[in-house]
C-alpha cells in the first residue's frame, strides 16, 4: 500500500477484545467486520459483526494474527480511523476515533463526515 494511509488502526485493547470475542464464538470465523450504516441524527453508525468469510472486496487489515475486514462502502468513511476498546464502571465497549468526522450527534451514536 505505497502511500496509501493504513485503513484502520487497532488499539491493543481492541485487539484484545477481537481475541476474546472470536474465540468465545462457537464456529470458524474469518475475522471481524467493520461497516458504517445510515443510522442515527448525524447520518452513520459503526457497525461490528462476525465475518463467516471474507468477502470479494473486503480490505483486510491484519492485527497480530486477527482479521479486520472492512466493508467496502465503509472504506472512504474510516480511512485513518483508530479502534480502541474502553472499559469504565459505568460502560464498556469500542470507541472509534475517526479524522474524517466533522460532527456527532449528542449522544455520540451517530456521525458525518
Same mark, same amino acid.
Given at each position: 500500500m505505497s502511500g496509501r494511509p493504513q485503513p484502520l488502526n487497532v488499539t491493543? *485493547?481492541?485487539a484484545e477484545r477481537i481475541k476474546a470475542l472470536i474465540a468465545s464464538r462457537d464456529k470458524p470465523t *474469518? #475475522?471481524?467486520?467493520v461497516g458504517?450504516?445510515?443510522?442515527?441524527c448525524s447520518g452513520m453508525s459503526?457497525?461490528?459483526e462476525f465475518a463467516d468469510e471474507k468477502a *470479494?472486496?473486503?480490505e483486510a487489515v491484519d492485527i497480530g494474527g486477527i482479521n479486520i475486514l472492512i466493508d467496502p462502502k465503509a472504506a472512504m468513511f474510516i480511512i485513518g480511523t483508530e479502534m480502541d476498546y474502553v472499559e469504565s464502571k459505568l460502560e464498556? #465497549?469500542?470507541v472509534f476515533r475517526n479524522p474524517n468526522e466533522k #460532527?456527532? +450527534? #449528542? +449522544?455520540g451514536e451517530?456521525?458525518?463526515v
Open positions: 491493543p *485493547a481492541a *474469518a #475475522g471481524i467486520r458504517v450504516r445510515n443510522r442515527g459503526y457497525t461490528l *470479494a472486496f473486503d464498556s #465497549g469500542f #460532527g456527532r +450527534c #449528542g +449522544c451517530s456521525f458525518h
